[in-house]
C-alpha cells in the first residue's frame, strides 16, 4: 500500500484535541499469501486522530469493494470489506528493561522525526483482517470435481456419486443403509 502521510498540526498539539479525517485511496488491489485481491473502487476511510498526551490514536473504520478467485470453484468472487482501524503512533519510544519480556504483545508506531504519521500499515492491517479466510463466489459453492476438473456448479460430471459409490463399502457406517425404521409400532 501507498504511504498516507499526515502531517500532525496544531489542531493536535494538545492532550484531548481530535481530529476527524476522510479521505480516498487510488489502491488497484494487495495480496495475501498466494491470493492477489482487486480493489476496484479503491478505499475509503474514516478516521479519528486523537491526541493522548503520550501518542496519537487512531480508530476509525475502511470500507471497500473486494474482487477475487473463488477458493473452490476459481470462478470470480466478490465481497465487500467493514474494517476496524485502531493504531497507536507515540511521540517516543518506551524505556524498557531488556529483561521484560511481558510487553512484547505491545502494539504501536512512532510518530516520525518530521511530526508526521503514514497510516498505510494500519489502514493495510485493517484490510488484511477482514479479508475472508476462504473466499467463495457463493456460500454454497460446490467446487471443483477432483476427477475431471469440472466446475460442479455448472454440471454434475456424475464423478462425486461414483466416488460415493466406492467409499459407501467401506465405511463403518455401511450396514445402516439397509436399516428399515417401522415408524407404525412407534418404535
Not at 480508530?59 to 473463488?70: E, L, N, Y
Not at 463466489?137 to 454434475?156: I, R, S, T
Amino acid at each position: 500500500m501507498k504511504s498516507v502521510i499526515f502531517a500532525l498540526d496544531e489542531r493536535l498539539r494538545n492532550p484531548g484535541d481530535t481530529l476527524s479525517l476522510a479521505g480516498h485511496l487510488d489502491e488497484s488491489g494487495y495480496e495475501l499469501g498466494e491470493h492477489e485481491f482487486e480493489l476496484p473502487d479503491g478505499i475509503d476511510y474514516d478516521l479519528a486522530l486523537t491526541n493522548a498526551g503520550e501518542g496519537i490514536l487512531v480508530t476509525g473504520m475502511i470500507r471497500c469493494h473486494v474482487k477475487g478467485a473463488c477458493d473452490r470453484c476459481l470462478e470470480d468472487a466478490e465481497f465487500d470489506i467493514a474494517g476496524e482501524v485502531d493504531e497507536y503512533y507515540l511521540f517516543e519510544e518506551p524505556d524498557q528493561p531488556e529483561e521484560d519480556d511481558s510487553d512484547d504483545d505491545l502494539d504501536f508506531a512512532l510518530v516520525l522525526p518530521d511530526d508526521t504519521i503514514d497510516l498505510a500499515e494500519a489502514l493495510s492491517t485493517s484490510l488484511i483482517m477482514e479479508t475472508p479466510f476462504v473466499v467463495l463466489c457463493k456460500p454454497d459453492c460446490k467446487g471443483l470435481c477432483p476427477v475431471c476438473g469440472a466446475n460442479l456448479n455448472e454440471q454434475d460430471c456424475g464423478h462425486a456419486a461414483q466416488i460415493e459409490e466406492s467409499r459407501r463399502p467401506a465405511s463403518p457406517f455401511a450396514a445402516l443403509a439397509d436399516l428399515k425404521l417401522d415408524e407404525e409400532d412407534g418404535k
